[in-house]
């Protein structure tokens, strides 16, 4: 059926995975691609191909959820504009189960009061500028050091997502930049979490610097890169737990 047949089958998933795969297949145009993923982050995702079709690529899991495949076809037809509530919850569910890591999984409660004793911001004595610093001094003092920006406020309103970072490479009249949303830097938020996105952002810094051919956004060994953060881990899980509350913050 596709690539990532055999991951499948260890899902034990399979023949739903494999029916619903056929019917997303029935749904779509011919110049579409599908392709099974099994990323971390980035669950579903429509690119351009060189052919000129599309490619949708969307993680094997998610397919075990019959009730997404209208809106999945929705997603491509409308070229991923507009509102999708069910493959939001969907995509959430699948994160939830299968793209965190096993400890945090659990629900462990020491897990769950480590997460609450992260120190946070508002105890945190150093400048963001400083935190960024030593970041980049901790882990990739071998590079150049971006110019860390803070966006501007994004209006109060309901969000379905929020751009926690992001990275621009330098152009003929600017270096390159880190910017990042004034909503991670509150109070309340641990400094790990604020931590993991300037690190986050200085992986695909360093990427960029060491530019391989064809790599993908957040390559294998991006992953690796973001990884090595010493709090990568209660990072995403604090994330988890939060991101309703950071979405109406
Ligand atoms: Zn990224």
Redesign the pocket.
């Known amino acids: 059926m596709c690539e990532d047949k055999q991951d499948a089958l260890q899902t034990g998933a399979l023949s739903v995975i494999e029916s619903t795969y056929q019917s997303l297949r029935a749904a779509l145009p011919e110049t579409i691609t599908i392709r099974l993923n099994s990323n971390r982050?980035t669950l579903v995702s429509l690119r351009p191909q060189k052919n000129g079709g599309m490619r949708l690529s969307v993680h094997k899991e998610m397919l075990s959820y019959v009730e997404v495949l209208p809106d999945l076809v929705r997603y491509v037809s409308k070229r991923g504009r507009g509102r999708y509530p069910v493959l939001n919850t969907v995509m959430q569910r699948v994160f939830d189960e299968h793209c965190l890591p096993a400890r945090v999984q659990q629900q462990d409660p020491v897990w769950a009061e480590r997460l609450n004793d992260l120190p946070l911001l508002s105890h945190c004595t150093d400048s963001l500028e400083q935190l960024y610093q030593a970041i980049h001094s901790g882990y990739f003092s071998h590079l150049s050091r971006p110019e860390l920006i803070i966006k501007r406020r994004p209006p109060q309103r309901r969000r379905r997502s929020i751009q926690y970072?992001?990275?621009h490479a330098a152009t003929a009249k600017v270096g390159p930049q880190v910017r990042i949303t004034p909503l991670i830097t509150q109070n309340w938020i641990p400094v790990c979490f604020l931590e993991h996105v300037l690190h986050?952002?200085l992986?695909?810094h360093a990427q960029r610097s060491q530019p391989m051919q064809r790599e993908r956004?957040?390559s294998a060994r991006?992953k690796k890169w973001e990884q090595e953060y010493n709090m990568f881990v209660e990072a995403v899980a604090w994330e988890r737990v939060n991101r309703e509350r950071l979405l109406s913050s």
């Open positions: 982050r970072g992001s990275y986050h952002e992986c695909h956004m957040h991006f």
